[in-house]
């Protein structure tokens, strides 16, 4: 490994302090809404796992959400107990613990705030590799990108894992960076034992940063060259991080009932007339890297950084493995990424480094552009501008329906905490979340053999419903205003 360049100083650390600071005032915003933003339907999946670990059972082996029926089953069975098997469930454990023992702030801020201390170690982690690789301007610009621009403070306080599995993965990749440094044995055993625990955590968490050993394949050929191969504790490596997740999924078998489908997140994405394919379709170009990428993220201008500092000739190897590594995630999930905006979680550090390296190198080679201070201008002017549109766009990501939380209300005070509803959400959990209840988000079977398997009350805010209802059954309506109506099922 070749000597370091920048040194690591006093100014750094001030510099970085204060970045990191200003991140997390920024991720402050709205931190105290109710759990019905962008992507609720996910978050609140998140969140009510961690609920029924402080109301019902603490144990990472059994996490239970609210949705009790059959639509989020792989094999389309009902799901009584509300088990949820994904990701092993410690971030929802952390702000569980958090919530349990200092309830003084609400469930959900735990768990944005729990994000937000993650997202603060991403910063850092970017800041360090990009002083070491690239230089100081590098490392300021690409963790001030992270730490302040809309789209990655809304994704870093979200209650979702996706931060903090990545924030896991970057410490591996620092641990093992010190790594292939270090000369003496019980140092080296101790960052490769560090970096070995926190990507198999991190894959526990969220296995799609299971890309991200692209670039921990590099740093190994790095230290060793092609004789990597012959060297044992990098076959090790990759055995003992990639043992738990796969000792986690066939764990996870026993419980079907309980683990949703995902074989489209691939190749397909979700439309009214079903599941369509759009994988190397043009379609996902332009949904990932026009409309995402390009205009969300970036708020337009600022892609021409990020171009550059990704075609550049600069010899910043280990940072364009990160690169890489997020664009092969990008090319093999792309339905999900075209599904969801927060799996475009797992990129945003390779983008905030592109924009560092592109930006720096600009600036290090003004002589080839205008003049110095129009040119410095110009980039300032580029930077506020993709600020301000990223925001007009992201902003709209923060709101929620109002009307969704007087619901919840109103079914929290005519019901009891044990009753079992449905509501006609078409599947989104946002509802039951809000107003504390078990049972299922959409009409999935007659309400006369849902009455039978114990769900006392359905609510509905379609008016055709309603009169369908009417004159079918004779349900008594428990509640009814112009927005929605509450059935008993007797």
Same mark, same amino acid.
């Given at each position: /490994?070749?000597?370091?360049?920048?040194?690591?100083?006093?100014?750094?650390?001030?510099?970085?302090?204060?970045?990191?600071?200003?991140?997390?005032?920024?991720?402050?915003?709205?931190?105290?809404?109710?759990?019905?933003?962008?992507?609720?339907?996910?978050?609140?999946?998140?969140?009510?796992?961690?609920?029924?670990?402080?109301? %019902?059972?603490?144990?990472?082996?059994?996490?239970?959400?609210?949705?009790?029926?059959?639509?989020?089953?792989?094999?389309?069975?009902?799901?009584?107990?509300?088990?949820?098997?994904?990701?092993?469930?410690?971030?929802?454990?952390?702000? $569980?613990?958090?919530?349990?023992?200092?309830?003084?702030?609400?469930?959900?801020?735990?768990?944005?705030?729990?994000?937000?201390?993650?997202?603060?170690?991403?910063?850092?982690?970017?800041? #360090?590799?990009?002083?070491?690789?690239?230089?100081?301007?590098? $490392?300021?610009?690409?963790?001030?990108? #992270?730490?302040?621009?809309?789209?990655?403070?809304?994704?870093?306080?979200?209650?979702?894992?996706?931060?903090?599995?990545?924030?896991?993965?970057? /410490?591996?990749?620092?641990?093992?960076?010190?790594?292939?440094?270090?000369?003496?044995?019980?140092?080296?055993? !101790?960052?490769?034992? /560090?970096?070995?625990?926190?990507?198999?955590?991190?894959?526990?968490?969220?296995?799609?940063?299971?890309?991200?050993?692209?670039?921990?394949?590099?740093?190994?050929?790095?230290?060793? *060259?092609?004789?990597?191969?012959?060297?044992?504790?990098?076959?090790? &490596?990759?055995?003992?991080?990639?043992?738990?997740?796969?000792?986690?999924?066939?764990?996870?078998?026993?419980?079907?009932?309980?683990?949703?489908?995902?074989?489209?997140?691939?190749?397909?994405?979700?439309? @009214?007339?079903?599941?369509?394919?759009?994988?190397?379709?043009?379609?996902?170009?332009?949904?990932?890297? #026009?409309?995402?990428?390009?205009?969300?993220?970036?708020?337009?201008? !600022?892609?021409?950084? $990020?171009?550059?500092?990704?075609?550049?000739?600069?010899?910043?190897?280990? !940072?364009?493995?990160? %690169?890489?590594?997020?664009?092969?995630?990008?090319?093999?999930?792309?339905? *999900?990424?075209?599904?969801?905006?927060?799996?475009?979680?797992?990129?945003?550090?390779?983008?905030?480094?592109?924009?560092?390296?592109?930006?720096?190198?600009?600036?290090?080679?003004?002589?080839?552009?205008?003049?110095?201070?129009?040119? %410095? /201008?110009?980039?300032?002017?580029? @930077?506020?501008?993709?600020?301000?549109?990223?925001?007009?766009?992201?902003?709209?990501?923060?709101?929620?329906? =109002?009307?969704?939380?007087? %619901?919840?209300?109103?079914?929290?005070?005519?019901?009891?905490?044990?009753?079992?509803?449905?509501?006609?959400?078409?599947?989104?959990?946002?509802?039951?979340?809000?107003?504390?209840?078990?049972?299922?988000?959409?009409?999935?079977?007659?309400?006369? =053999?849902?009455?039978?398997? *114990? #769900?006392? &009350?359905?609510?509905?805010?379609?008016?055709?419903?309603?009169?369908?209802?009417?004159?079918?059954? =004779?349900?008594?309506?428990?509640?009814?205003?112009?927005?929605?109506?509450?059935?008993?099922?007797?």
């Amino acid at each position: /490994m070749k000597k370091n360049r920048v040194p690591f100083k006093k100014t750094d650390l001030l510099v970085l302090s204060f970045i990191i600071i200003v991140a997390f005032v920024f991720r402050l915003y709205k931190i105290n809404t109710p759990l019905a933003d962008l992507h609720s339907w996910r978050q609140v999946d998140t969140a009510a796992v961690a609920r029924n670990f402080v109301k %019902i059972k603490f144990d990472i082996f059994s996490p239970r959400y609210d949705d009790l029926s059959s639509l989020q089953s792989m094999n389309g069975q009902d799901n009584p107990q509300g088990y949820r098997f994904v990701e092993l469930p410690l971030y929802n454990a952390i702000f $569980a613990l958090l919530y349990k023992y200092i309830p003084s702030l609400p469930l959900e801020v735990w768990g944005r705030l729990t994000s937000v201390f993650f997202s603060l170690i991403i910063i850092a982690v970017i800041y #360090y590799l990009c002083l070491k690789e690239s230089s100081r301007l590098t $490392a300021i610009i690409a963790a001030l990108v #992270y730490a302040v621009f809309p789209f990655f403070v809304f994704f870093s306080r979200t209650v979702l894992p996706e931060t903090m599995a990545l924030s896991l993965a970057f /410490m591996a990749i620092l641990f093992m960076y010190f790594f292939t440094a270090e000369k003496t044995n019980f140092k080296s055993g !101790l960052l490769f034992t /560090m970096s070995v625990i926190c990507f198999s955590l991190s894959m526990l968490v969220k296995p799609t940063t299971i890309f991200f050993t692209l670039t921990i394949l590099y740093l190994f050929y790095r230290k060793y *060259g092609l004789s990597l191969f012959k060297k044992v504790h990098f076959y090790l &490596y990759f055995l003992f991080i990639g043992a738990p997740v796969y000792l986690w999924r066939e764990y996870i078998k026993a419980f079907p009932e309980g683990i949703p489908p995902n074989a489209w997140l691939i190749t397909n994405v979700n439309t @009214y007339e079903g599941l369509k394919n759009i994988f190397f379709k043009p379609a996902f170009f332009r949904w990932i890297f #026009y409309e995402r990428i390009a205009n969300i993220i970036f708020g337009g201008y !600022l892609v021409f950084f $990020a171009v550059l500092g990704i075609i550049a000739k600069q010899k910043k190897l280990l !940072l364009h493995s990160i %690169i890489f590594s997020s664009l092969a995630y990008l090319l093999v999930f792309q339905g *999900g990424n075209v599904q969801h905006e927060y799996y475009q979680t797992l990129i945003l550090p390779a983008l905030a480094i592109a924009v560092g390296l592109g930006t720096s190198f600009v600036i290090d080679n003004l002589k080839l552009f205008l003049h110095p201070v129009l040119t %410095i /201008m110009i980039i300032l002017m580029i @930077y506020g501008l993709s600020f301000f549109f990223s925001f007009y766009r992201v902003r709209e990501f923060y709101k929620y329906p =109002e009307d969704l939380v007087q %619901i919840a209300k109103v079914i929290k005070t005519l019901t009891k905490e044990g009753d079992k509803i449905i509501t006609d959400r078409l599947g989104d959990t946002t509802l039951l979340y809000l107003s504390e209840r078990r049972g299922a988000p959409a009409l999935y079977r007659e309400l006369p =053999e849902l009455q039978k398997i *114990g #769900y006392k &009350y359905f609510v509905t805010q379609t008016k055709d419903t309603v009169i369908s209802i009417k004159s079918r059954f =004779e349900y008594p309506v428990v509640f009814e205003n112009d927005q929605f109506t509450i059935f008993e099922l007797l």
